[in-house]
Protein backbone atom coordinates (compact mmCIF):
# COMPACT_ATOMS: atom_id res chain seq x y z
CA UNK A 1 0.00 0.00 0.00
CA UNK A 2 1.54 3.41 -1.28
CA UNK A 3 -0.27 6.90 -0.19
CA UNK A 4 -0.75 9.40 -3.14
CA UNK A 5 -1.43 12.96 -3.36
CA UNK A 6 -0.81 16.08 -5.21
CA UNK A 7 -0.68 19.70 -4.25
CA UNK A 8 -4.13 20.33 -5.41
CA UNK A 9 -5.66 17.62 -3.21
CA UNK A 10 -3.84 19.05 -0.15
CA UNK A 11 -5.14 22.32 -1.23
CA UNK A 12 -8.60 20.80 -1.50
CA UNK A 13 -8.90 19.38 1.90
CA UNK A 14 -7.24 22.76 3.60
CA UNK A 15 -9.90 24.83 1.87
CA UNK A 16 -12.64 22.50 2.92
CA UNK A 17 -11.31 21.99 6.56
CA UNK A 18 -10.72 25.48 7.31
CA UNK A 19 -13.73 26.09 5.61
CA UNK A 20 -15.64 23.43 8.20
CA UNK A 21 -13.48 24.26 11.13
CA UNK A 22 -12.91 28.01 11.93
CA UNK A 23 -11.37 27.07 14.99
CA UNK A 24 -8.26 25.24 13.36
CA UNK A 25 -5.92 28.06 12.08
CA UNK A 26 -4.46 27.10 8.35
CA UNK A 27 -1.25 27.57 9.44
CA UNK A 28 -1.82 24.60 11.50
CA UNK A 29 -3.25 22.29 8.79
CA UNK A 30 -0.76 23.49 6.79
CA UNK A 31 2.18 22.97 9.12
CA UNK A 32 0.06 18.94 9.33
CA UNK A 33 0.70 19.02 5.47
CA UNK A 34 4.05 19.40 5.38
CA UNK A 35 4.43 16.50 7.93
CA UNK A 36 3.00 14.57 5.82
CA UNK A 37 5.07 15.86 2.61
CA UNK A 38 8.42 15.19 5.27
CA UNK A 39 6.86 11.79 5.99
CA UNK A 40 6.56 10.42 2.70
CA UNK A 41 8.05 12.80 0.12
CA UNK A 42 7.47 9.75 -2.53
CA UNK A 43 3.67 10.23 -2.50
CA UNK A 44 3.63 13.50 -4.35
CA UNK A 45 2.39 12.66 -7.65
CA UNK A 46 3.41 14.67 -10.87
CA UNK A 47 2.40 14.39 -14.44
CA UNK A 48 -1.16 14.23 -13.83
CA UNK A 49 -2.97 17.63 -15.00
CA UNK A 50 -2.80 16.74 -18.93
CA UNK A 51 -4.79 13.82 -17.55
CA UNK A 52 -8.08 16.02 -16.50
CA UNK A 53 -9.46 17.23 -19.61
CA UNK A 54 -9.93 13.43 -20.68
CA UNK A 55 -11.86 12.33 -17.73
CA UNK A 56 -15.44 12.26 -16.42
CA UNK A 57 -16.82 12.59 -13.36
CA UNK A 58 -19.92 14.01 -12.13
CA UNK A 59 -17.99 16.96 -10.32
CA UNK A 60 -15.61 18.01 -13.05
CA UNK A 61 -13.59 19.86 -10.01
CA UNK A 62 -12.88 16.18 -8.71
CA UNK A 63 -11.41 15.03 -12.14
CA UNK A 64 -8.03 15.98 -10.74
CA UNK A 65 -8.45 13.21 -7.81
CA UNK A 66 -8.80 10.43 -10.37
CA UNK A 67 -5.94 12.13 -12.61
CA UNK A 68 -3.50 11.30 -9.79
CA UNK A 69 -4.80 8.19 -9.04
CA UNK A 70 -4.71 7.24 -12.64
CA UNK A 71 -1.27 8.79 -13.21
CA UNK A 72 0.24 6.97 -9.79
CA UNK A 73 -1.32 3.76 -10.97
CA UNK A 74 -3.21 3.86 -7.35
CA UNK A 75 -6.26 0.79 -7.55
CA UNK A 76 -8.49 2.88 -4.55
CA UNK A 77 -9.02 6.55 -3.94
CA UNK A 78 -9.92 7.09 -0.07
CA UNK A 79 -12.64 9.44 0.17
CA UNK A 80 -15.53 10.54 2.21
CA UNK A 81 -17.16 12.13 -0.97
CA UNK A 82 -18.17 8.38 -2.45
CA UNK A 83 -21.24 9.99 -4.67
CA UNK A 84 -18.75 11.46 -7.01
CA UNK A 85 -16.11 8.90 -7.65
CA UNK A 86 -19.01 6.13 -9.08
CA UNK A 87 -17.79 2.81 -10.14
CA UNK A 88 -18.59 2.96 -13.55
CA UNK A 89 -16.43 5.87 -14.38
CA UNK A 90 -13.57 4.76 -12.24
CA UNK A 91 -13.93 0.66 -13.50
CA UNK A 92 -12.27 1.56 -16.84
CA UNK A 93 -9.49 2.52 -15.10
CA UNK A 94 -8.57 0.05 -12.83
CA UNK A 95 -9.85 1.74 -9.78
CA UNK A 96 -12.39 1.62 -6.83
CA UNK A 97 -13.17 4.39 -4.42
CA UNK A 98 -13.08 3.91 -0.88
CA UNK A 99 -14.77 5.80 2.44
CA UNK A 100 -11.40 6.23 5.10
CA UNK A 101 -13.77 4.40 7.28
CA UNK A 102 -14.21 1.20 5.42
CA UNK A 103 -10.35 1.44 4.15
CA UNK A 104 -8.84 1.36 7.66
CA UNK A 105 -11.17 -1.41 8.57
CA UNK A 106 -10.03 -3.60 5.65
CA UNK A 107 -6.70 -2.45 6.64
CA UNK A 108 -7.34 -4.49 10.28
CA UNK A 109 -8.67 -7.07 8.44
CA UNK A 110 -5.25 -8.03 7.08
CA UNK A 111 -3.39 -6.47 9.28
CA UNK A 112 -4.48 -6.30 12.71
CA UNK A 113 -0.98 -5.70 14.57
CA UNK A 114 0.41 -3.13 12.18
CA UNK A 115 -3.54 -0.68 12.29
CA UNK A 116 -2.76 -1.11 16.02
CA UNK A 117 0.22 -0.12 16.27
CA UNK A 118 -0.20 2.58 13.79
CA UNK A 119 -3.39 4.03 16.07
CA UNK A 120 -1.14 3.76 19.29
CA UNK A 121 2.16 5.74 17.87
CA UNK A 122 -0.78 7.74 16.84
CA UNK A 123 -2.69 8.77 20.04
CA UNK A 124 1.08 8.98 21.83
CA UNK A 125 2.28 10.96 19.15
CA UNK A 126 -0.22 13.76 20.17
CA UNK A 127 1.55 17.22 20.96
CA UNK A 128 -0.79 18.88 23.32
CA UNK A 129 -2.34 16.44 25.10
CA UNK A 130 -2.17 12.47 24.86
CA UNK A 131 -5.97 11.58 25.51
CA UNK A 132 -6.82 7.62 26.95
CA UNK A 133 -6.95 5.05 24.48
CA UNK A 134 -11.18 5.43 24.99
CA UNK A 135 -11.17 9.47 24.38
CA UNK A 136 -8.96 9.22 21.59
CA UNK A 137 -11.46 6.23 20.12
CA UNK A 138 -14.22 8.63 21.20
CA UNK A 139 -12.55 11.45 18.58
CA UNK A 140 -12.32 8.95 16.15
CA UNK A 141 -15.84 7.90 16.39
CA UNK A 142 -17.03 11.56 16.42
CA UNK A 143 -15.01 11.60 12.93
CA UNK A 144 -17.32 9.31 11.21
CA UNK A 145 -14.86 6.08 11.46
CA UNK A 146 -17.44 4.17 13.01
CA UNK A 147 -16.69 0.64 12.40
CA UNK A 148 -12.70 1.39 13.13
CA UNK A 149 -13.86 2.87 16.34
CA UNK A 150 -16.09 -0.49 17.27
CA UNK A 151 -12.96 -2.25 16.32
CA UNK A 152 -10.38 -0.22 18.60
CA UNK A 153 -13.22 -0.45 21.81
CA UNK A 154 -12.72 -4.23 21.88
CA UNK A 155 -8.72 -3.75 21.40
CA UNK A 156 -8.49 -0.58 23.82
CA UNK A 157 -6.23 -2.40 26.09
CA UNK A 158 -3.59 -2.62 23.35
CA UNK A 159 -3.53 0.93 22.70
CA UNK A 160 -2.26 1.80 26.14
Not at 8 to 13: L, P, T
Not at 78 to 105: H, I
Request: glycine share 4%; proline share 6%; aromatic share 6%.
Amino acid sequence: MEAHWTDDIHGEWIRNLAANSPETPVSRLEATRDRMKDVLPDADVANYRALVPSLSLPDPDDRHVLAAAVAAKASVIVTWNLKDFPAADLRPYGGTCTSPDDFLAGLYSTFSSALIDSVKSARQNLRKTTPSAEEFIDALDHQGLKKVSAILRQKATQLD
